[in-house]
């Protein structure tokens, strides 16, 4: 049972545009989500993170929206570049005190110049 | 800072064949998670320890893995006797003191088993 899922394997945008990337999870005792993002032969590298407690969080040109009540969230990157270019794995977790992620399956972003 | 190391970046091998893949977390890091990455079910958490006592295996798949943390610089996961379908790459990653909590991702290993 998948309890984060990214129901979009792949996206494509065009340079400057916004991408947005949709992330929906079960599991509502799920307390703080992350996005991380993967480059080919590298591991995944922590982008952005929010915390149940809010609806929002920015980090420059990447903003994370969370939407409790219909258990979703997104990531906003505006302007998009073609180095974002790359996988995007949102993850959840659990207020059990031992960090343990469920990643869902990744969506494939690619910017186009 | 090295970042989390892993060992060997690529591993072919065949049908039946031990394999051990390595890790070495950051300096300092108390927790460390093996992932398994496949296409169609994602980064999955296999095994992860704390303070170098494995706290949750659920995710590993069957006995033929195993996992071991002798110390807090060094972790292996072994796949005993290999089948094709392990075939993925493998992810270490070690838990991170900033304030986000994020985990840190090696570079993982690219598994083929023939």
């Known amino acids: 049972d998948q309890q984060v899922k990214q129901n979009s394997p792949s996206l494509s945008v065009q340079e400057g545009r916004i991408s947005i990337l949709n992330c929906d999870y079960t599991?509502?005792?799920?307390?703080?989500f992350l996005w991380y993002k993967k480059y080919p032969a590298e591991g995944p590298t922590f982008l952005i993170s929010i915390s149940s407690i809010k609806d929002k969080n920015e980090d420059g040109r990447f903003t994370v929206f969370l939407n409790k009540s219909a258990k979703h969230l997104s990531l906003h990157i505006v302007p998009s570049q073609p180095g974002d270019s790359a996988v995007y794995f949102c993850?959840?977790?659990?207020?059990?005190?031992?960090?343990?992620?469920?990643f869902g399956t990744g969506t494939r972003l690619k910017v186009l110049a | 800072d090295a970042g989390v190391i892993q060992s060997p970046r690529h591993e072919v091998t065949e049908m039946g064949q031990e394999v051990t893949l390595r890790c070495k977390p950051i300096?300092?890091?108390?927790?460390l998670f093996w992932y398994r990455q496949t296409m169609m079910r994602g980064l999955e958490l296999l095994i992860y320890f704390n303070n170098n006592v494995p706290i949750d295996d659920s995710g590993m798949p069957e006995d033929r893995f195993s996992a071991k943390m002798p110390n807090a610089s060094f972790s292996t996961l072994k796949i005993q006797p290999s089948e094709p379908r392990d075939s993925a790459v493998y992810f270490c990653?070690?838990?991170?003191?900033?304030?986000?909590?994020?985990?840190?991702f090696g570079p993982g290993t690219r598994l083929t088993v023939l």
């Open positions: 599991n509502s005792m799920f307390d703080y």
């Open positions: 993850a959840a977790s659990r207020p059990s005190g031992t960090y343990k992620y469920i």
């Open positions: 990653a070690s838990l991170g003191t900033g304030s986000y909590n994020e985990q840190f």
């Open positions: 300096s300092g890091h108390n927790s």
